[in-house]
């Protein structure tokens, strides 16, 4: 409940809000409130005071002039579907909503660029551009629903990152709203430009801590001729580990390279019924795109890779229809996990490649260890699994063991050489470890940079920065 | 307004009665909201989409918020369509979900004296007694046969309803005289080649206002090779008291259904209603804590199937000759048809085999057309925004006839036909009144 002095900020804090977006763009209504009290994080939920839909930059600038004056936190929301706490809004304060701002601008095919407002969601813009035979290949799982703002905010990775990499690769400029009332813009569609700091690349993965994007100019790519898709299946996590290392030791870099364990196979053929095997321990979906002799030649050599390690079957996809169905089903795999328990917890930890078996044998020795249910899947080819543990908020008991198992696998990634995330963002969850990665002196660089932007520390607090961070010794084995 | 203890005694109920599993069981991904007709038509809202549905019904549970009128409000709004189910990689059963919110939710609302009358001459008089909806319907049939219709219209009474119901009182079928209803046999032996028994659920609706769609089905059936047998004692399936919040007598009534048709010795239970055969095939759910029936109503589900499963089964459409003259075909799913009962290759199979029809696939057939049981009367702006939408994807397959497997989207499609002012060249059939069109040309 507000005291008489917060009920007399709020007043003026939302008759500003009505000044610029108007009142049917507001909302302060409980429930209105409670639905953008959380994101795709288990376990956390704060209400905010109010809900706001801009519908231009020039809006967007005006309202973060508002707040930053009246010190009052902001949260940019996508479509929530972020998977470390980012967009909830843990101080209170203003949600910004993109409904209101979700046209794709301009596709320009003498440049292949698209010009994209920030709240179109990340699939139509595939779509959009398919259709002229170009080709935007940053697809996370969740591109059916995601925003190219949220994905550009996390910088997030998808099923084509080993060969084509992630969000950061394709963006080329962005218009940008600072928390002091200014627009700026960075970058260009150029694919040279050394004229000062790289302000593109300092938002991209900001997960809206400094400012908010209001517009994204992204490069494109002519689409591949043809693609064929394989499943290797194997009774050995760490054999399917040794393939992933093996095929890219052998100077190929498959356009897709999933991993998927026994438990992730079975709930994702309880959903999509497309006789994925689960007799097996994983599988290696694998996917080669180019010129159809390239991709011929790639396909057989990699399918004898995969057998010399030990895969028990190596199947081809019968048609583009069926690899279509596979990959979407791969884009399932974490929802559908969630169908096995109450709570369903995934990190991201990130290896070099030549890493990755090492990293499966440990995610499942600590699982045993903390008598935990792990599953794992993800994007071996990039290094980056996701174990998911399978609890239940409500035990907690379990849930202590869940954090400590967490701990170790971040603490078995850095001792890999690898990160605590590698496309989910640090967010709520992971700010109290940001340490173990970065070092103090590293923190201090990122303040730095924050206060100048932020001062006032209205942009998405509780993210990215922790108010304590965890001690690495404390939990170290 | 709700007042304080209405409020509380709500939240407590949910504590007590919401499946706490299932509601944790949403993770919020977020992978039913383009599915969703309400959070599409509304630009958005989350507040009207199927993770922000879970989250208000959470969030009462938790004691977050109160279940006030927007909360209520946005569970209104919702069609019950179960888009979101089908899309929903975690298994979700929102269904269930929303049938128990609002249930808890009617069980505590003070109405009206008038609105509780009407509640209660609906819900415990009327439906559940086939022969006093025989008598309605009667009175309905009088209304039209009588000239009293015209004059009605006339006088414009029924601009006094929302126009939706206007609309729809000028699209109802022509109904039977209750005498052809009385005398109907029970039996009705099979043509050709014996393939199967069935035993006919009739509906309530389907066997007053929707009875020559009932005989077609039946006809159908007995091309098809199956003695068809119309066991006595039914009514009703309790849908729309399932889901208007009435869950007790949805109960008794899904009890006396499973006991009319125990000893029917059919091979199938046999409906032509996508509405109600969802919330037939549910039974063994609605019924899953009564030691008493719960293996019964799961015997009773193991042989519902709807009338096209059931000929594509039989193979009839291989078996027998269809034509029609040239003409363009459209079919609109009905959503609990499809997201229930997952039938929704086998209407368009049998559609296909027709010679002469030209099946041309509507874009978003899979999604609501904002009939929804009673949907279309209690949020009559929200159903009219869907229905002009369906239209004009309706409008762009040039179909001249447009086919659903429900009385209710029929009746819908009927409205949208007039409100496009496309009476005469355009028309909505039920699918087995147009195969049996079809055999009989
Ligand atoms: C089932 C599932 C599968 C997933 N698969 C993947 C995957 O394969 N790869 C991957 O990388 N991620 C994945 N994710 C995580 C998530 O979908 C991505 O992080 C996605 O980019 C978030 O988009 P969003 O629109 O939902 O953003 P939100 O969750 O709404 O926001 C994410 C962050 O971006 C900020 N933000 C949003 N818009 C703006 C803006 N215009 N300006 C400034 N800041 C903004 C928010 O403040 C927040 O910090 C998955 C999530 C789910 C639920
Ligand atoms: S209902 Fe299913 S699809 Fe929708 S948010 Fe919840 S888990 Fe995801
Ligand atoms: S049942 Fe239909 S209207 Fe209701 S939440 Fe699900 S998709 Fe939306």
């Not at chain 1, 394709?170 to 150029?190: C, D, E, H, S």
């Not at chain 1, 994204?216 to 394989?230: H, N, R, V, W």
């Not at chain 2, 086939?130 to 039209?144: A, I, P, W």
């Not at chain 2, 009588?146 to 929302?162: A, D, E, H, Q, T």
Request: aromatic share 6%.
């Amino acid at each position: 409940m507000f005291s008489a002095n917060e009920k007399k900020k709020f007043g003026k804090l939302k008759k500003g809000l009505i000044d610029i977006v108007g009142s049917e763009n507001i909302d302060d209504s409980t429930s209105g409130r409670l639905v953008y009290s959380y994101d795709a994080t288990p376990n956390y939920q704060s209400l905010p005071d109010v809900i706001v839909a801009p519908g231009s930059a020039e809006e967007m600038a005006a309202v973060l002039k508002l707040c930053n004056d009246m010190e009052t936190p902001v949260y940019a929301r996508g479509s929530g579907t972020n998977l470390c706490a980012d967009t909830c809004p843990l101080k209170g304060g203003v949600v910004l909503l993109f409904k209101r701002m979700n046209q794709i601008l301009e596709l320009d095919k003498e440049n292949l660029t698209i010009t994209v407002q920030p709240g179109v969601i990340t699939k139509e813009i595939c779509d959009c551009v398919e259709a002229q035979g170009l080709f935007y290949p940053p697809d996370p799982g969740s591109m059916a629903i995601a925003t190219i703002g949220g994905n550009i905010s996390e910088n997030s990775g998808g099923l084509h990152g080993l060969k084509y990499g992630v969000t950061r690769d394709y963006v080329l400029a962005l218009q940008v709203a600072l928390p002091n009332g200014k627009l700026i813009r960075t970058g260009g569609k150029l694919t040279k430009d050394v004229a000062g700091y790289d302000l593109t690349r300092l938002f991209i993965g900001s997960e809206g801590t400094l400012g908010v994007i209001t517009e994204a100019t992204l490069k494109l790519i002519p689409k591949p001729e043809s693609q064929k898709t394989i499943l290797a299946l194997y009774q050995d996590l760490e054999a399917a580990g040794r393939s992933v290392s093996s095929i890219i030791a052998n100077k190929m870099i498959p356009a897709t390279l999933e991993f998927l364990d026994q438990d992730t196979l079975k709930a994702v053929e309880g959903f999509a019924h497309i006789g994925l095997p689960t007799n097996v321990q994983a599988i290696l979906l694998i996917v080669q795109d180019g010129p159809a002799e390239i991709v011929d030649r790639d396909i057989q050599r990699i399918a004898e890779i995969c057998r010399e390690q030990q895969a028990v079957d190596v199947q081809l996809a019968a048609s583009e229809e069926e690899a279509q169905k596979l990959a979407t089903a791969r884009r399932t795999a974490l929802s559908a996990l969630a169908r096995l328990k109450p709570t369903t917890i995934l990190e991201d930890a990130t290896v070099p490649r030549s890493e990755i078996a090492k990293m499966v044998r440990a995610i499942a020795d600590i699982a045993q260890k903390y008598d935990l249910r792990i599953s794992t899947f993800g994007h071996a080819g990039d290094g980056n699994l996701h174990p998911t543990c399978l609890t239940d908020a409500r035990n907690t008991e379990e849930m202590e063991r869940v954090e400590k198992a967490f701990a170790e696998i971040f603490e078995k990634a850095i001792e890999l050489g690898g990160t605590l995330t590698g496309e989910h963002g640090v967010g709520a969850t992971k700010a109290p470890y940001l340490k173990w990665k970065l070092g103090e002196a590293g923190l201090e660089v990122m303040r730095g940079i924050k206060q100048s932007i932020d001062p006032k520390g209205i942009m998405n607090p509780g993210k990215v920065f922790a108010d304590v961070s965890i001690e690495r010794e404390a939990t170290a084995k | 307004m709700m007042t304080e203890t209405e409020k509380k005694a709500i939240q407590n109920d949910f504590k007590e009665q919401m499946d706490y599993d299932e509601l944790l069981n949403c993770m919020r991904c977020g992978f039913c909201l383009p599915s969703c007709p309400t959070y599409i038509e509304t630009d958005q809202q989350e507040l009207y989409s199927p993770r922000g549905r879970i989250a208000l019904m959470k969030g009462i549970t938790d004691g977050v918020i109160e279940p006030d009128e927007e909360v209520t409000h946005s569970l209104d709004l919702c069609l019950g369509c179960r888009a979101c189910e089908t899309v929903c990689p975690s298994g979700v059963k929102y269904g269930h979900l929303l049938e128990d919110a609002r249930s808890i939710i009617q069980s505590h609302k003070k109405q009206s004296v008038p609105v509780k009358m009407l509640r209660r001459g609906i819900f415990d008089e009327l439906f559940p007694n086939q022969n006093r909806l025989e008598h309605v319907t009667s009175l309905l049939g009088f209304y039209q046969r009588s000239g009293l219709s015209k004059v009605v219209r006339k006088v414009g009474f029924m601009n006094l309803f929302p126009e939706s119901m206007a609309t729809m009182e000028r699209v109802l079928p022509e109904v039977p005289k209750r005498k052809e209803i009385r005398e109907r046999p029970r039996y009705f032996e099979h043509e050709g080649e014996r393939q199967a028994t069935c035993a006919m659920f009739t509906g309530c609706l389907m066997d007053t206002v929707f009875f020559t769609t009932n005989n077609a089905t039946i006809r159908l059936l007995q091309k098809a090779g199956c003695d068809v047998l119309v066991p006595e004692n039914q009514l009703c399936c309790g849908a729309l008291h399932g889901h208007n919040g009435e869950l007790e007598r949805a109960k008794q009534m899904a009890k006396q259904n499973i006991a009319a048709f125990e000893h029917s010795g059919a091979d199938y239970i046999v409906t032509n209603a996508g509405g109600c055969g969802a919330f037939l095939i549910e039974y063994d759910h609605l019924l899953a804590d009564d030691p008493e029936w719960a293996d019964r109503a799961k015997n009773f589900v193991s042989k519902l199937k709807d009338i096209s499963a059931v000929l594509v089964t039989l193979e009839f459409h291989k078996t027998h000759r269809l034509k029609l003259p040239q003409q363009t075909v459209t079919y609109q799913d009905s959503c609990h048809l499809r997201n229930v009962m997952h039938t929704y290759e086998e209407p368009r199979l049998l559609l296909q085999s027709i010679e002469g029809i030209h099946f041309e696939e509507m874009e978003g057939a899979n999604t609501c057309c904002g009939s929804a049981g009673d949907y279309n009367i209690v949020e009559p702006e929200m159903a009219m925004q869907i229905l002009d939408h369906k239209m004009e994807q309706v409008v762009k397959t040039d179909a001249k006839t447009i086919v659903t497997a429900n009385p209710g989207c029929l009746l819908e499609m009927k409205v949208g036909i007039e409100r496009k002012h496309r009476t005469g060249s355009m028309r909505a059939v039920h699918i087995v009144d147009l195969l049996l069109e079809a055999l009989d040309g």
